[in-house]
């Protein structure tokens, strides 16, 4: 597609439920980062896909978080038994390789624990 | 460890006053990306520029300048005759060459009144 994707854009979810959320990246793209934003707060980082290599895990918050990606494509962001902490908008960005490592960023899906 | 200060919180400006805004990075790469994002009040981060910490050279884009300085480990930008449609939160960000994640500064929300 032309630019990052996301699903859903808003999302309202009961406490103690698990959710999915889903990053289309640009078509091409090797590398994929997902992060949280809390309201009026900065990004805070939380997974990073870099083509095959092993992510990097590194911000995730919690063992109830965690995220994949296939190959080079869409990659799922899963909270399990979320809490009402974790409401934020959460943004996927890509960027196309090494030496174009700017980053672009999908709307991002907000994210409400009630 | 790498790191981006934002020190400036919030700034207010005038329609046409010209307005810096503050970024500095610490990194032990010797090869690595600095970048300066938009985020207007959509949401969408909006990528501005990039700049390679072997080109030191200033850049304009109309009225957008960077100034990058190695000695002092500082990517200011300025926005010259600031204009409303400039209010936004302006995140600094910094990536090493070797592939590893984007880190952001805690955003800087400028507001412009007319």
């Known amino acids: 597609g032309a630019g990052v994707s996301q699903s859903p854009s808003n999302k309202v979810t009961e406490k103690g439920k698990d959710v999915e959320l889903r990053c289309d990246p640009i078509?091409?793209?090797?590398?994929l980062y997902w992060y949280r934003q809390r309201l009026g707060q900065g990004l805070e980082f939380l997974i990073y896909?870099?083509?095959?290599?092993?992510?990097?895990k590194s911000g995730l918050p919690s063992d109830r978080f965690s995220a994949e990606r296939t190959g080079e494509s869409v990659s799922t962001l899963t909270i399990q038994r979320t809490q009402q902490e974790d409401s934020a908008v959460y943004l996927c960005?890509?960027?196309?390789?090494?030496?174009?490592?700017?980053?672009?960023f999908g709307q991002g899906t907000r994210l409400t624990v009630v | 460890a790498q790191k981006v200060t934002q020190a400036q919180t919030e700034i207010s400006v005038v329609e046409k006053e010209d307005v810096t805004l503050d970024c500095v990075y610490e990194?032990?790469?010797?090869?690595?990306?600095l970048f300066w994002y938009k985020q207007p009040p959509s949401g969408e981060l909006v990528f501005l520029i990039r700049?390679?910490?072997?080109?030191?050279q200033n850049e304009i884009s109309g009225r957008y300048s960077w100034n990058f300085q190695k000695s002092t480990s500082s990517f200011n930008f300025t926005i010259t005759a600031s204009q409303v449609v400039d209010s936004a939160v302006y995140f600094c960000?910094?990536?090493?060459?070797?592939?590893?994640?984007?880190?952001f500064g805690a955003g800087t929300r400028l507001f412009v009144k007319a």
């Open positions: 960005a890509s960027s196309l390789n090494r030496d174009l490592p700017e980053a672009f």
């Open positions: 078509s091409g793209h090797t590398a």
């Open positions: 896909f870099q083509g095959n290599s092993a992510p990097d």
């Open positions: 990194t032990r790469d010797t090869t690595y990306y």
């Open positions: 700049r390679n910490s072997f080109d030191e």
């Open positions: 960000a910094l990536k090493g060459a070797g592939g590893f994640k984007t880190i």
